[in-house]
């Protein structure tokens, strides 16, 4: 498959890494140290139309392809993974109630995600359904001309800022995993109750929350994929936007790893021990080579994933694939960018600390390492 970036793609590029560099990078460390959302940056963001790149044009997005979207989310995470973030879940969410959701409900929220005016977080999470995504106990249960929701998310990211919770809900019991659908629940709704989950290890500028819904009512027009086994809008709907972006948790990975790489190779050009050049230091060297490669396996499996969607021929097994080599890359490859700063890569004076709590979180969301190896090995071996 061909890689090579058309004109546009590499000025969208560019344009992306100049605001990172120019606008975003000095700012990082301060949502880390204040535990704040970068809501200067995502003011910036929208002004500029990157919240709506992969949209349609119909709604006021930009109609680009995910191969375009993520060039510019990498370029953000190499400085700043919690305002690549932004960019990230704000092309999750809209574009699962762009792909699912009715007509009436799209036209109705569509532009406003787009200009920022509303924000949607995910609640499919729940304390004793992680992995198993499926035994979730959270229920929709049809009451007059709506429906009552009854359940605990926990882990939802933006819950205690989103204006929207897309909320995983079982409407059908008794038919398993395909009664579950997905049914937008408005913030200032009675009966809902969001706790932020404090002590985050890394990325402090999006926070994480548990949300309690007790006969919580929605109206039936805010169903976005009905559970039920025999409704053309199902959960495997939803399933297939996760797939589809799964692999973008690889790319912002992918893009921290390179932050981490350039900022390692500009200090070993000018840190000198032993009267030389760590960047002339022969096993150094090597352990920069081995980063490369690594980082360049990476970047081919994860546009290659994205191409793969842009092209109508979406494959979960690479996207899962991509997203593993990625995300356990950028752990490794941070790690030792950091041991190469020796003892001021410990401190939070640089950003390798951040970075490396940071990255953390790519192996687990988004579905785990572990949970992806499953999907992979079940590819190899079908059952
Ligand atoms: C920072 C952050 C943000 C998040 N944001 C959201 C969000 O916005 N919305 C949302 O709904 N959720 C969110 N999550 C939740 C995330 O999707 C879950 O944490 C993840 O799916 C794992 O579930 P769990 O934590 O319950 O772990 P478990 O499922 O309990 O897993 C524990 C361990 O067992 C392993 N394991 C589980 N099953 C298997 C298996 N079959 N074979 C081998 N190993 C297995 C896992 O890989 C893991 O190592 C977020 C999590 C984090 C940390």
New binding site residues.
């Given amino acids: 498959m061909e890689l090579e970036l058309t004109p546009q793609q590499v000025e969208l590029r560019d344009a992306a890494r100049k605001l990172a560099n120019e606008v975003f990078k000095d700012k990082a460390a301060r949502w880390d140290r204040n535990e704040e959302y970068p809501e200067e940056n995502k003011k910036l963001l929208c002004e500029l139309g990157y919240l709506g790149l992969s949209i349609d044009e119909a709604y006021g997005g930009s109609g680009l392809g995910l191969v375009d979207t993520y060039l510019v989310i990498e370029e953000i995470a190499k400085v700043d993974l919690a305002t690549a973030l932004i960019v990230h879940e704000q092309n999750v969410s809209p574009r699962i109630v762009a792909t699912c959701a009715p007509e009436a409900l799209r036209s109705a929220l569509m532009p406003k995600f787009i200009s920022g005016e509303l924000e949607c977080?995910?609640?499919?999470?729940e304390p004793e359904a992680?992995?198993?995504g499926a035994a979730i106990t959270t229920t929709a249960t049809a009451d007059g001309d709506g429906y009552l929701v009854n359940g605990q998310?926990v882990?939802?990211?933006y819950g205690d800022r989103a204006d929207l919770h897309l909320v995983y809900a079982r409407f059908e019991p008794s038919k398993g995993a395909k009664g579950v659908g997905t049914l937008l629940v408005r913030k200032d709704s009675p009966g809902l109750r969001v706790h932020k989950i404090p002590h985050k290890m890394g990325?402090r500028g999006a926070s994480?929350n548990e949300l309690f819904f007790d006969n919580v009512r929605v109206p039936a027009d805010h169903v976005v994929t009905h559970g039920s086994a025999d409704s053309s809008r199902g959960f495997v709907q939803t399933l297939q936007v996760y797939n589809a972006t799964r692999v973008g948790m690889g790319v912002m990975a992918l893009g921290v790893a390179e932050g981490a790489f350039e900022l390692a190779r500009d200090y070993m050009l000018v840190r000198k021990q032993f009267g030389q050049r760590l960047a002339d230091m022969q096993g150094l060297r090597w352990m920069m080579a081995d980063m490369w490669i690594q980082i360049e396996a990476a970047r081919s499996l994860c546009y290659r994933a994205l191409a793969a969607v842009d092209a109508g021929r979406a494959d979960p097994c690479l996207s899962s694939v991509a997203k593993v080599q990625a995300t356990e890359m950028a752990q490794q490859v941070v790690l030792n960018c950091q041991q190469m700063f020796g003892g001021y890569g410990y401190f939070g004076l640089l950003p390798l600390e951040r970075m490396l709590r940071d990255v953390r979180?790519l192996t687990?969301?988004?579905?785990?390492?572990?949970?992806q190896k499953?999907a992979i090995a079940n590819h190899i071996f079908p059952r």
């Fill in positions: 977080s995910i609640a499919w999470t992680g992995s198993d998310k882990f939802t990211t990325v994480e979180m687990i969301t988004g579905g785990t390492t572990q949970t499953n």
